[in-house]
């Protein structure tokens, strides 16, 4: 399959990993990139930039196909160094950044002399737009459904990928509730060059976290994910769980008055002890409504493959015999 996004990328299919704290390990998207997609290594949680170099050098000796590094500007406790960040991506010969959160601005003149293409994150159009003039290559449309921090704005992608089709002139990935090959199916259809998957590439063989949390994303429904931190104007959508409850709670009981400090304990630092221990009511974590169309655990190779044929079947037969 070839589209814009495959050309820009120079990658055989339209499927991008999303960075992921704690689960874009090279190991990941070093898989994703053999598979044929693009893996992207989550810059942040390797806290330092000499953690970060190494990871791009392992992730280069797991594969010679393109991969990306994940750069997430959100409020976190300590800021992190991002132009340290940027030079060691820099360094590491990464020709593809990731960013999310706040606009990239301040990191794109760096990023451009060297030659490296930026895709980012973004869950409205507006957002999308300012990506596009500050001279983002490409956008990662993030619907409401999405794992993670889906904005402010509520838009799911059955109405935003139209209107971003609509809107922009650079190339974008529908991100956030797709799962298999009907969602690139749809998301091809609705003016998209591709996807963007997060938590479906949890569930895979080569996601090198603890298995209760393939458990938890195979055991979730429709109905088993929240949204958290809306009174911070930093909503993330995570899986329930007691801590969760917790947070839910505290949110209920406080109101607009919430501070950050107020869940604290349930949110910062949460993630190595989910991630890599398996602790799984240890604190809140990102996931998509997707779960619900999780059932297995394949490898990545199996899952791209799927997907891709899928949506050739959906395309040559289903689509075209309707007509
Ligand atoms: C566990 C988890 C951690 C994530 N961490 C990050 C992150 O650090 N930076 C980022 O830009 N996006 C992060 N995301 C968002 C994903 O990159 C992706 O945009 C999102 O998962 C897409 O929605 P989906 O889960 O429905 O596929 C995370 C998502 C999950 C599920």
């Known amino acids: ?21 704690y689960v874009g390990f090279a190991v990941l ?35 010679d196909k393109p991969f990306g590094v994940n750069l997430t500007f959100l409020p976190t406790v300590n800021t992190p160094d991002y132009p340290a960040f940027v030079d060691v991506i820099i360094k590491g010969g990464v020709r593809i950044v990731e960013t999310a959160g706040r606009n990239p601005v301040e990191v794109m003149p760096a990023l451009k002399a060297a030659g490296i293409k930026v ?47 609509d809107t922009l002139e650079i190339p974008f990935v529908a991100s956030g509730g797709m799962a298999d090959g009907r969602s690139l199916t749809a998301a091809l259809a609705l003016g998209a060059d591709g996807i963007n998957m997060g938590t479906r590439f949890i569930a895979t063989q080569e996601a090198p976290v603890h298995s209760n949390v393939k458990q938890a994303i195979l055991n979730a429904t429709e109905r088993d994910t929240r949204l958290i931190m809306r009174a911070l104007r930093n909503t993330e959508r995570v899986m329930n769980n007691a801590a969760v409850e917790k947070i839910v709670a505290t949110e209920k ?15 910062a630092g949460v993630y190595p002890k989910i ?28 899952l791209i493959q799927r997907i891709v044929r899928e949506a050739e079947d959906n395309i040559r037969q289903r689509l075209s015999g309707l007509l």
Do not use: Y
């Open 275 to 302: 991630m890599l221990d398996g602790q799984m009511d240890a604190g809140a974590w990102s996931c998509g409504l997707v779960a619900s169309l999780i059932h297995d655990i394949p490898t990545c190779e199996e």
């Open 253 to 267: 009981a406080l109101g607009d008055q919430l501070q950050f400090e107020d869940i604290v304990e349930q949110v």
């Open 29 to 63: 998207a070093a898989a994703v990139s053999n598979a044929g997609g693009l893996g992207i290594i989550t810059g942040l949680t390797q806290r330092t930039p000499e953690n970060l170099a190494k990871e791009i050098a392992r992730c280069r000796e797991m594969t």
């Open 119 to 165: 895709i980012h994150k973004c869950t409205s159009i507006r957002h999308s737009l300012k990506a596009q003039q500050i001279g983002c290559d490409a956008v990662s449309v993030d619907g409401f459904e999405c794992g993670g921090h889906p904005g402010e704005d509520d838009v799911p992608n059955m109405i935003l990928l139209p209107l971003a089709a």
């Open 1 to 21: 399959m070839k589209t814009k996004i495959t050309e820009l990328f120079e990658i055989e299919h339209p499927i991008i990993q999303g960075g992921m704290h």
